[in-house]
């Protein structure tokens, strides 16, 4: 017994020793990919000395003799701290996800290469301009030379994440870096999805009149009413079709409408501003990863020094400032994208119709290889107005009629895009005039940019604008007939057609993807908008000070007031109000007096400590599934967020949009107000059943947590935990500090969608400007820099951003000397 026993302490010893021992050579493989930022290396490509010089807050600010030798460094750069992150991203633009990550990806691939943005990108690199050729190859070339390190100093494969797949990384080019720009731009596009969407409520909606109840328009003028899409097509006869799955694959760029894209940006004048200079900040609003898509960096150019957020992969400061201007980004929802159904010849499907009669798709095929399994082949099929997409693609089949197969048309299908050309120039302005000028062939995705100098603030709308015709059958808001002329677009509107706003007599402009014109059919930018909620809030807190400070700008990016919830609960709860009688505790009607007597005295502030955001957040949730349920059946899915102009419109009954609250399914006649009462007991039982009935002890913090997810390895058991940063946050859909829930699963509360990049530049004090990320500048897990920002940005901090080369070096965590090999 003893013998036994001593073998079992042998046996658990050696298991305990061998797990250390395996699980430090698990850390030394992985730590051997840390970049070392205190280092000295021989590179090909650049012509003189090229020093990196990391602050404290692993900013790397980059100086060399040319620009083209700063551009090789920022490439360097960003391959030592985000190898991962470009590879994945180039993959992904290139549909060869599949390669590394098998059959998971093999949806997303497919669709991809029926986009073409590869191609088209290889294509548009062969007509940059000399000076962005230079420039994108001086950066491709900083990328290799880090690569070429990697491989011969045995540096782990350059990231974790290497070890564990087999992802070998062919040499960077130019195209790659085109690409990019391409993806981002399909990441910020919903209108496809949103007239797959007012295609498919139209067929299911009896009375047409309640279509711009579920889908109404942004405040401002109406428009001439449209046709019933049945009416369109009368083939298609589809009602209450369950929604096809969506590729939810993390890596997928095709998100759900709410997803698209979104931000804000303010700017005040010197006449607005305390200390006498423009102000601007700006928060671009993207979906949150580990590490986040935004890089810091500063680059010394030859017409001076730049810093702000670039993403990896692209050789810009694409938010950010310089000594004489600051710029910031949001996104425009300009209308650059159509859908149109194209016929089929009846006796040739290789054909589909043309104003002109039939003819020929264009087609190619295309290899799908995928890691452990057979590769497959894509028949690739475009038609004049753009590439065929799957029916599963947004629903498409769903209201496309038999014979016929859905194209799409985007500013981004072209072969000459200077778009990147464009932000490298804009970079380099040195007024807001400037600016304006070097964005004139800027095509896609479409943004607001917001500009400052030293004088004068500015916003103007860049991106393509398509030229429709007056006669268009749907607008551009509904798939329309592809072979009918007037439906198809006529190339593009000037660059002067683009909104813009130039020194405003009030001194403060801004724009929080809310609607900024108001223009007749085809000049009206768009239908569809970000933002009806946030843009009150904002003027609010604009006009309510005479002038403006860069904190009184800070306050407004972390304001977590509500105006939805500020407006809705005195609506919605207007006869719910201490009105119940008394009711003994833990019934029903108890629970619901507490929940009514906690609204009461709230002030819509959706703080994470606090246990009224999180019973709002359900009630309101609940109550637009009662509203709309036996109306669209399962297409009530596919409303994931609240639309607070319609449950607005149900309960004032504008023009009759009350009928959404009676239950047609149900012999009474439902009111609003019992609508709001059966949600309210709906909300209450979920938190119950989720969060436990001590309504006072509730957090909304624990519902809305960040979720920094890696995209993937986030579902890795136990490795989750370290590649993987959750936070409870503040905020929500609606509030300025803009915690985009995810609306769905059983954790619909979860902050998926934000910002991942705060910025705000002050022209009185420029080296007192600020700025963070939401997670930290490194890629590689086991770095401090991975998440070293995280708790910055939660509590609402920021770090310095100076020009100061000094500054800098006095600060630095470490230099990067990149020599020319002899």
Known sequence: MALMFRWLIRSAVFLVTLSVVVLLLVYWFAARSLPDYDDTVEVRGVTAPVEVVRDNANVPHIFGETDADVFFGLGFAHAQDRLWQLITLRRTAQGRLSEVFGTATVTTDKLMRRYDIYRLAVASADKLDPETKSA?????????ARLDQINTEALGRGAPEMWLFNAPMAPWRPADSLAITKLMGLQMSGHLEAEVLRARVSLELS??????????????????????????????TTRHAAAAPMDSHP???????????????????????AAGGTLLANDPHLGFTAPAIWYLARLELETGGVIGGTIPGMPVVLTGRSADLGWGLTTAYVDDQDVYIEELNPDNTEEYRTPDGFKKFRKRSSIINIADADPITVTLRWTDNGPVLPGSHYNLGSITPPGHVASVASTLFTEEDPSLAAAMKVMRAKSVQQAINAATDYVAPAQNLTLVDRDTIAMKTIGAMPRRDANHQSEGRMPSPGWIAANRWDGKLPYTANPEFIAPAGGILGNTNNKTVDRPFPNHVSFVWGDTQRVQRWQRLMQNREVHTRDSFIEAQLDTVSPTARALLPLIGAELWFTGEAAPDGTPERQRQRALDLLAGWSGEMNEHLPEPLIYAAWIRAL????????????????????????????????????????RQSAPVETCHDMARLALDDALLWIKETWGTQLESLRWGDAHQATHDHPVLGEVPLLRYFVNIRQSTSGGDNTLQRGLTRGTGKDPFYNVHGAGYRGVYDFADPDSSVFVTSTGQSGHFLSRHYDDMAQLWRRGEYIPMSLDAELARAAAVGVTRLEPAQ
């Open 251 to 273: 890596l997928s760029p095709f998100k759900r409408q709410a997803f698209a894209g979104a931000s804000n940006a303010w700017a005040a004048a010197p006449t607005r501003s």
């Open 136 to 144: 994108l190859e001086a950066y491709s070339a900083g990328i290799n």
């Open 207 to 236: 009375d047409q009149d309640r279509l711009r109840d579920i889908l109404p328009e942004a405040p401002g003028s109406g428009v001439a009413a449209l046709p019933e899409y049945a009416a369109l097509f009368p083939e298609v």
């Open 624 to 663: 637009q599934d009662r509203l709309i349920r036996d109306e669209l059946g399962p297409l009530a899915e596919e409303f994931t967020h609240v639309q607070p102009l319609f449950i607005e419109r149900a309960f004032r009954d504008v023009q009759g949009a009350a009928e959404w609250c009676d239950v």
